[in-house]
């Protein structure tokens, strides 16, 4: 798995199962599932995969009124439908050991399932209490900034602005993509529920989770992008299992919003490109056959061969991707190991920096028995504040990775403070030599020393 790009991270044996920890790429939503995984597997051993049966829905037996107004920049697909009837208790003993086993607490038959379903095909679900969405109205916006959120499980959150919500007739009832509402969630008086699978906005859902400092495991897949063409397929595997695990009966018609149908595309690799980028002649045949096991359907003619590709596989865009494909299920190690040739160029470049000086200053620090440092350039507004600064002052990142690492730093100082405190000993001697972000550039020289707790600052 590994060799070929899926990483296992570690294993662990819990019962009778052996549970694999993998490393999901950024590119590779379909890898946040069971499903997506053994998909990988298969076709990494050459075998095939047995995937869950999926039953056609029955018919609908009740008529509750439902109505969804999206917003296709928001939500490109919007996919649910109404069961009437429920009854909320626990799962039973095998849905409660597969939830456990993914690092969960079961809750109740809806919510398991949902997650379930979640981790077994990769997209996330929500379910709402059907009675309290009022006005049966559900209307996808952007926040405007400051609203109150109590989620699920009744944390209070103020919202950032252009978060994606779901709001009812007179209230805001989901941030989706992230967490549903307390308000609209499955209680044990639960009779009724509205199920929905959506595809969201991938740079509004990730802005959103790290304003918050909040992150799911819905919020993970969607910030990757889950499979466009498995909205309904998801559904329906949800549904039957609610049917069989907790009654009702299907109370509206599905309901599928999108402003176009996601299906699977063509993308033609030529035999030439193939062997150019890889710099070896793979057989043709060898080649057919890596394409099949990856479920990409490979039709050869003379000057190539012609795939489809699912829906799920979102990450194959251009015919360099199907290269790739064929090269790491092929196998790096069967590529001949070679070594790189070229030239040193003997000319100074027209942007040539000339960095001796700064070396013989190093050099210097270092005889003198300085340890050099290197700090992160982004800090935090509390460590401005701390140091007397003011963080107007500063350039502000508009979509830091946390609060921790907002601020472009103007000094250099806080960050060898902070290396202080970390490595804190007798007689640590510390300098660092890099750029501070104020109007323009600036090499900067900071030198901290621990001994007698004297912190000089240069800057040029």
Known sequence: ?????????????????????????????????????????????????????????????????????????????????????????????????????????????????????????????????????????????????????????????????????????????????????????????????????????????????????????????????????????????AVNLILDLAGGEIASKMVDLKEKNYEPKKLFLSFNKLEKILGIKIPDPDVIQILIR????????????????????????????LVEEVARLYGYNKFPMTIPTGKVSVQKIPYYFDDSIILNIKNLLNSCGYSEAKNLSLISKDLIEKFGMKPIKHFRITNPVSREYEYMRTSLVPGLVSAIKINSTDNLKLFEIDKVYLKTDKQSLAKSEFGNHAIVSYLS
């Open 1 to 237: 798995m590994t060799e070929a790009g899926l990483t296992c991270e570690s294993t662990q044996k819990e019962g009778g199962e052996i549970i694999l920890d993998v490393e999901v790429t950024a590119n590779r939503p379909d890898w946040m599932s069971i499903i997506g995984v053994a998909r990988e597997i298969a076709a990494i051993q050459g075998v095939k995969i047995k995937e869950p049966k999926i039953k056609a829905l029955p018919d609908q037996t009740a008529k509750f009124p439902i109505d969804l107004e999206p917003d296709y920049r928001l939500f490109e697909r919007w996919t649910g439908v109404v069961i009437k009837g429920v009854a909320i208790k626990p799962s039973p003993k095998w849905l409660q050991e597969r939830i456990s086993s993914i690092g969960h607490a079961p809750i109740n038959n809806i919510i398991d399932i949902t997650n379930y379903v979640m981790y077994e095909l990769g997209i996330p679900m929500h379910a709402f209490d059907y009675d309290e969405i009022y006005g049966q109205i559900m209307t996808v916006q952007l926040s405007k900034g400051g609203e109150k959120f109590t989620s699920v499980d009744g944390l209070p959150y103020t919202l950032p602005k252009d978060a994606i919500i779901i709001k009812d007739a007179e209230r805001l009832i989901d941030l989706a993509g992230i967490k549903g509402g307390f308000n609209s969630g499955i209680k044990e008086a639960t009779k009724n529920i509205f199920l929905h699978v959506t595809i969201d906005n991938p740079v509004l859902v990730r802005r959103t989770s790290q304003s918050l400092g909040l992150r799911s495991d819905a919020s993970a897949i969607y910030e990757r992008g889950p499979d466009k063409g498995s909205t309904i397929r998801s559904l329906t595997r």
């Open 294 to 321: 990856l479920g990409l359907s490979p039709k050869k003619n003379k000057l190539g061969i012609l795939c489809v590709i699912p829906t799920y596989r979102g990450d194959i865009q251009i015919e360099e991707d």
